[in-house]
């Protein structure tokens, strides 16, 4: 449903809708009783005007000041206790923070699909484009995923909404990286931490799709995917390295060993070891050059993926001939700077209103 239509079209004539909208931006839970025979603590009398032709009376029998036999109505649970439910009637686990492979155990079967998890790498993106991937997310009904964050303040929020947040302590991270200079530091601190929150999801005994905030979902790309015996699966760039944007990474360990070399190597030689291998823009992500350096030596099996699964850049995506198809999963080489918020609205594909609240729910 399109959260904005059903009230803008009536004005402030109705304010229920509007503090529902409130409500909604803030993330907060209406206390929804159900008491027996159409008891209630509030009551619609249903008087002729706006919302009703005629009078049409209570909708409820009002409790008065004598409350109904039998019950005490302020014996109620903590709210800790009640369950939370988003406007598609899913229920909402609040708090769901990681920090460690044990974390990962204890939220994993709340999810719809066990088994694999898609890691979603938000590290110094945005808050706006963040919280817009996941309205464009939402879509398509996938609920088996984390949210990478280093934005602690935005990663409470979002798990007081229900969304699993991953936060790793990146400051101890980037103190035992060596013989890195400065200039490179920060960059590979993220990839890092990413390679590092792989592990953690791996040594939890499940399998990743790697993604991140730069890589817009399309459509939902599993039906299409035959993973079949093989270790890895993702899109091959020109240069030779591997597309972290959309990775599949398989939880056995033989690619535990493999993901654990990819971690060793960054912590202990950057990326010294890998430097003519890698392009020379030092402000983008290089695990996937890394990665893809680690295959050439390595027995794992890795199963490239269609390009025509993607359209790599926005000017290829603009130009595509009577619009977008079905078969295209992925808008990529999307920088996410000043002028992203407008790019995507010229697609269609800005999701958010402007208290940064999804423009739709999707369920």
């Given amino acids: 449903m399109v959260t904005t239509g059903w ?49 049409a009376g209570p909708d409820s029998v009002l409790i008065g000041s004598s409350g109904i036999q039998g ?42 699909e066990n088994g694999t998890i898609v890691l979603v790498n938000a590290l110094d993106f945005p808050e706006d484009a963040i919280r817009n991937w996941l309205c464009q997310f939402s879509k398509f009904g996938i609920r088996n995923y984390m949210i990478l964050l280093d934005d602690h303040g935005l990663g409470k929020d979002l798990s007081q909404r229900g969304h699993p947040v991953m936060q790793l302590n990146s400051r101890s991270i ?14 590979i601190t993220k990839d890092l931490t990413t390679a590092q929150a792989v592990m953690m999801v791996l040594q939890a005994h499940y399998n990743v799709w790697l993604t991140d905030i730069s890589t817009i979902w399309l459509t939902n790309p599993f039906p299409r995917l035959h993973i ?24 056995s360990q ?58 790599d850049h926005p000017s290829a995506y603009k130009n595509l001939t009577g619009g977008p198809n079905s078969r295209i999963a992925f808008l990529t080489g999307v920088h996410v700077d000043e002028s992203f918020p407008s790019m995507l609205k010229g697609f269609g594909l800005w999701n958010l209103d402007g208290e940064h609240a999804c423009i739709g729910v999707f369920c």
């Fill in 254 to 311: 033989r690619v535990m060993t493999f993901w654990r070399n990819v971690c060793k190597g960054i912590l202990h030689k950057g990326y010294s070891s890998t430097a003519s291998f890698m392009n020379s823009d030092h402000k983008r992500s290089h695990l996937g050059a890394f990665i893809g350096h680690l295959m050439a030596t390595d027995t794992i099996n890795f199963k490239f993926l269609s390009p025509a699964l993607r359209v």
């Fill in 7 to 55: 009230y803008n079209r009536s004005g402030e004539r109705i304010w229920t809708p509007w503090f529902i909208k409130f409500a909604y931006v803030k993330g907060y839970f209406n206390l929804y009783t159900h008491f027996s025979s159409e008891n209630s603590l509030s009551a619609s009398y249903r008087d002729k005007g706006v919302n009703t032709k005629k009078d």
């Fill in 174 to 187: 980037e103190k035992n990286i060596h013989e890195i200079s400065s200039d490179n530091i920060s960059h």
């Fill in 228 to 251: 079949g015996n093989h270790d890895m699966l993702g899109f091959a760039e020109a240069t030779g390295e591997v597309f972290t944007g959309f990775l599949y990474i398989k939880g």
């Fill in 71 to 112: 019950l005490n109505l302020w014996d109620m649970r903590p709210l800790n206790q009640l369950k939370r439910y988003d406007f598609c009637f899913h229920e909402v686990k609040q708090g769901m923070l990681v920090q460690n492979a044990h974390d990962i155990i204890s939220i994993v079967p709340s999810f719809q």
